[in-house]
DNA sequence: AAACCTTGTTCTCTATTTGTTCTTGTTATA
DNA sequence: TATAACAAGAACAAATAGAGAACAAGGTTT
């Protein structure tokens, strides 16, 4: 697939800070700030380091532009566990027909431990009604833990057809995948397994009532 | 559909002072007090900046209304900022059979500011299925707002005949005082308003699906 | 209604920041 | 010794940011 060239010492150093750097900020670095952080002095030194964590697959190219040393998704990013630090990503609206990837920056929003799990959450805002009878209503927030399975009955978000986000409760077999809303005016539907990409299962629920 | 160009430096500066400048003005900034707050001397370049945020659509298009710079989404607007101390009592379960005030030693949870209010808050357990046709279910989390008064339609904590804390619908009439449950197979209960004491009044709602 | 001030918009020009590509030299390691 | 890793810095180009002038539409005062 890919020529994996080891990373270097150096190359995990700056690859750390990235990590880390991306814990708590919501934009990326510049390789000047790199740099001052990790003690270098030119910044060509360091590019070519970047480069390298390009070529890994762990940072996208970032093609000039400025503040674009950002983290390649989706993979196995090291998650820090920071137990004391429980604010997480605000993505957006669910159903908002946008792979949840596509959101560039966001915002972050600190809820209770108790609406989390240990893994890597985000939170979403809801939009629609399919979900009420769980009590799960229009412009509810929901707090979501990424990974991409889950077991029959599971309130899952799921990418649909590749374009269309949704909250639903989900049921599978080998040959299909249903997606039930918890609402009695609608109607369960029913996908080829290829079409439903899960993106995270339901670990909590918001609900704000001021005006 | 939209190509989501993440925001430069500059430009995540002027939305961050856009947001918190809505939280405690109600008239949105002119340009030119956004220049002065942000240190800059050209409306013009400001504009700019401005206009890359409508692009993201994070802010309204001001057709050159005077004031017109105002954020997109009124209730979600994401708040990037979220360090300030938002951590409350957690008095209990509701329905325990006694007055609030007589929790004597309690512990604290962090929640979201979207979720609370300026004014003194608490959090309590919810213990019953009166409320179930408004979304807030057993066991659920219910964040409240200390005050003795209430309008009609507000959903409240009260104490009841001096032994019961009761989360229900308010409706005061001068003779009378109605506690109406959100359920379909509940009665509303009918008081003498000497009976029942306001103990708040709910702003926020929380629940857990990790088990 | 007219005169006036405020404020959003558009434009051009310039400055600064920052990613990229070099060349050169040093240090560590097999 | 040979090779890879690393560092420094110069030079360049694109992205980003800023200043200021001129204009037009909105509001306000007279």
Not at 56 to 76: D, F, Y
Not at 138 to 151: L, M, P, Q, S, T
Not at 160 to 183: D, G, H
């Amino acid at each position: 697939m890919s020529d994996y060239q080891p990373l270097t010492r150096k190359q995990q150093e700056i690859y750390q800070f990235l990590v880390e750097h991306y814990q708590h900020r919501n934009t990326p670095p510049t390789l000047d700030e790199i740099c001052s952080a990790l003690g270098l002095k030119s910044r060509g030194s360091l590019h070519k380091h970047i480069q390298h964590l390009v070529d890994a697959k762990l940072v996208e190219p970032s093609n000039r532009k400025q503040r674009g040393i950002r983290l390649t998704t989706t993979k196995n990013t090291p998650i820090i566990k920071d137990s004391t630090n429980n604010a997480i990503p605000y993505l957006g609206k669910i159903a908002a027909g946008q792979p949840l990837e596509a959101v560039a920056n966001y915002s972050k929003i600190t809820i209770p431990t108790q609406l989390k799990t240990e893994n890597e959450c985000y939170v979403l805002q809801v939009t629609g009604d399919s979900m009420i009878d769980l009590g799960i209503f229009n412009n509810d927030w929901v707090i979501i833990e990424k990974r991409n399975y889950a077991k029959n009955g599971d309130i899952i978000v799921a990418l649909v057809n590749n374009n269309e986000v949704t909250l639903k409760i989900i049921e599978q077999t080998p040959s299909k995948t249903i997606l039930k809303p918890a609402n009695k005016e609608m109607q369960p539907m029913h996908f080829d397994p290829d079409n439903v990409q899960i993106q995270g299962i339901l670990v909590g629920q918001m609900r704000s009532y001021i005006h």
